[in-house]
């Protein structure tokens, strides 16, 4: 949920700053407490599960791709004061959910059991996807925004859509073997 919400502020981070207009700032104020309210959330089960021998570096990688938002406050600060670059709020908002990311795709190869894997790993394909789907949802935003949609933004639309068709033939893969599995036992 922190990712969705990450992905939510990031999008709306840039809209802001982009066009100015006023109705984004509400909706962004309202982003940031989501965030705000996932990240507390987070930090919570990382506390009741502290010292649990199972699960302990993906908690610990929990535990450090939280903490590189430690400095959330300020960098919003900075995006209210335009401060900083549509690039620098893009990347800020979109390295913690790489690795959130990254974190879940390493589950897939950390379980004994098969199926739970292949579960994880659906899993992972789903949230890819997800991210992707934001970023789309942003250029689109965008263009929008500008009234405009530039060759470069079509071509980036284009390749993101290459990806959500093989991140769904993997994710089609991924069910499609859990699904001859269930229906053999």
Same mark, same amino acid.
């Given at each position: 949920?922190?990712?969705?919400?990450?992905? /939510? =502020?990031?999008?709306?981070?840039?809209?802001?700053?982009?066009?100015?207009? *006023? +109705?984004?700032?509400?909706?962004?104020?309202?982003?940031?407490?989501?965030?705000?309210?996932?990240?507390? =959330?987070?930090?919570?089960?990382?506390?009741?599960?502290?010292?649990?021998?199972?699960?302990?570096?993906?908690?610990?990688?929990? #535990?450090?791709?939280?903490? %590189? !938002? =430690?400095?959330?406050?300020?960098?919003?600060?900075?995006?209210? %004061?335009?401060?900083?670059?549509?690039?620098?709020?893009?990347?800020?908002?979109? !390295? *913690?959910?790489? /690795?959130?990311?990254?974190?879940?795709?390493?589950?897939?190869?950390?379980?004994?059991?098969?199926?739970?894997?292949? @579960?994880?790993?659906?899993?992972?394909? !789903?949230?890819?996807?997800? @991210? !992707?789907? #934001?970023?789309?949802?942003?250029?689109?935003?965008?263009?929008?925004?500008?009234?405009?949609? *530039?060759?470069?933004?079509?071509?980036?639309?284009?390749?993101?859509?290459?990806?959500?068709?093989?991140?769904?033939?993997?994710?089609?893969?991924?069910?499609?073997?859990? /699904? +001859?599995?269930?229906?053999? %036992?």
């Amino acid at each position: 949920r922190l990712i969705g919400r990450l992905q /939510r =502020e990031r999008g709306l981070s840039i809209i802001t700053v982009e066009s100015g207009l *006023p +109705q984004y700032r509400t909706q962004l104020v309202i982003a940031r407490e989501e965030t705000d309210a996932m990240r507390g =959330e987070l930090s919570a089960l990382l506390r009741e599960h502290k010292g649990h021998s199972a699960g302990e570096d993906f908690l610990e990688n929990l #535990g450090r791709i939280k903490n %590189t !938002l =430690e400095d959330l406050s300020q960098f919003r600060r900075r995006i209210d %004061t335009n401060s900083v670059n549509l690039d620098q709020i893009y990347s800020y908002y979109t !390295l *913690p959910i790489q /690795r959130f990311n990254n974190v879940l795709g390493a589950l897939s190869s950390d379980t004994y059991y098969n199926s739970i894997g292949r @579960e994880l790993n659906a899993y992972f394909i !789903l949230n890819r996807f997800r @991210e !992707l789907l #934001g970023q789309e949802r942003l250029a689109i935003a965008r263009a929008l925004v500008k009234q405009e949609l *530039p060759d470069s933004d079509y071509e980036q639309l284009v390749y993101m859509a290459g990806q959500q068709h093989t991140l769904l033939i993997g994710l089609q893969s991924q069910t499609g073997l859990m /699904r +001859q599995m269930n229906l053999a %036992t």
